[in-house]
């Protein structure tokens, strides 16, 4: 629904890819070859956008050794780099919503190197290991990688920063089948890192030495990746004030109505505003009015014109892949006709009581798409149907009547 993740079109399995990439930044890293080398760890945090969850927030711990000093005109070669990415619980839960289990997929980290006489742009590729996404919290992704080799020309001091990520990944399901939160199942979600922090991994000391040339990691590894094709339009996940994930879902079905034996269709449309960490909503419905044709005592002919609208905000409960919604709405039957013969044109002509209605979603619904939602309700009785209103109120009054409806994402 439009909340709630993140909010069906998702990502959000996508969130736990984010995480991995964070440790494609370390792999990033440009390490110089010394004959002494620190321990170096470096925390950064960022903000990827997916479906489903729209932006959230991902941490990387970036660990390695790199020496402090290098000469010039010999290789670094190349130092193991290990990272372990935290993505948030709204970013799993978001991934539980499409089915996830599993993340897999790709990342490509910016990276800078400075040095004298050197100012060098790097975007370094890694593959995340496979990972299992948990039921609820947050997740870990442990990565690792190597660092390309450079030789320095100039002595003074070379300078590694750590820039921008960008994920590409692929949430599974238990069957390893693909979750559909993109036509191929992968995502492309673009990682900016929050301003306002140290983003240097390492800052290296080049003394005087042999000759030789600056050598750039091969070209390909320095081409700015092309922009994303498959990054989700902001409105559909952007979170609205307060926090939360909005999700929009048009709405087609009917309503069958026990007492009158008849049905009415139904459009409209719900907007839901989800609490991923809570698995809470609460959202907006809005359905067109309507019409229906009906027999007293199966053969005195009658229509009316009805009108629904809900009674407050509407809650509800994420379950698995789709959600319990508690409708609560009022009824009005702005025109009743008997023989064609209008009986009650009141406007207020409704039920004395709000109509109830616990309704769950299908086992095929998907967040991302929509799928089928179903419950049943009462009406009560009448009140302000004119000198029939008795009349009125006794067949309209019901238990078990039905709402069978479908929701297709926006």
Known sequence: MSHPRGKKKTAVAAAAATA???????????????????????????????????????????????????NTGQPTGAFDIKAVSTINADTVSGLSLIGATTLEGTATAAATVAAPGLNLPVNVPITLD????????????????????????????????VGDLNLKVTPRKADGSVTG??????????????????????TITINGGGGGTTTPPPPTSTTPPPPTSTTPPPTSTTPPPGGGIKYSFGITG???????????????????????????????LQLNPTHTDFKLFGFLQGSSDVKVVQNGPQTGELVGT????????????????????????????????????????????DLLKGGKLSGTYSLSALQNCGSFNDIISAFAKSDGNTLDLVLAKK
């Open 20 to 70: 991995a990439v964070g440790l494609v930044a370390s792999a990033l890293v440009l390490g110089a070859q010394a004959s002494a080398a620190d321990p170096i760890s470096l925390t950064l945090n960022y903000h990827c956008t997916f479906p489903l969850v729209g932006s959230q927030g991902l941490k990387v711990v970036i660990n390695t050794d790199l020496p402090t000093t290098v």
């Open 130 to 161: 496979k990972t299992n996404i948990p039921a609820s919290g947050e997740m870990n992704i442990n990565a690792a990688g190597k660092t390309p080799s450079l030789t320095f020309t100039q002595p003074g001091q070379a300078k590694i920063t």
């Open 181 to 202: 939160i993109t036509p191929d199942g992968t995502i492309d979600a673009p990682c900016t890192q929050d301003t306002g922090q140290n983003n240097t991994l390492a």
């Open 254 to 284: 009917q309503t069958a109505l026990k007492s009158l034996g008849s049905t009415a269709p139904i459009t409209g449309s719900f907007d839901a505003d989800v609490n991923l960490s809570a698995k809470t909503f609460t959202g907006n």
């Open 322 to 365: 789709g959600f319990k919604a508690h409708i609560k709405f009022d009824t009005f039957l702005t025109t009743v006709n008997l023989f064609g013969i209008p009986i009650s044109t009141d406007p207020k002509c409704g039920t004395t009581a709000p109509s109830t209605s616990e309704m769950t979603t299908g086992a095929d619904f």
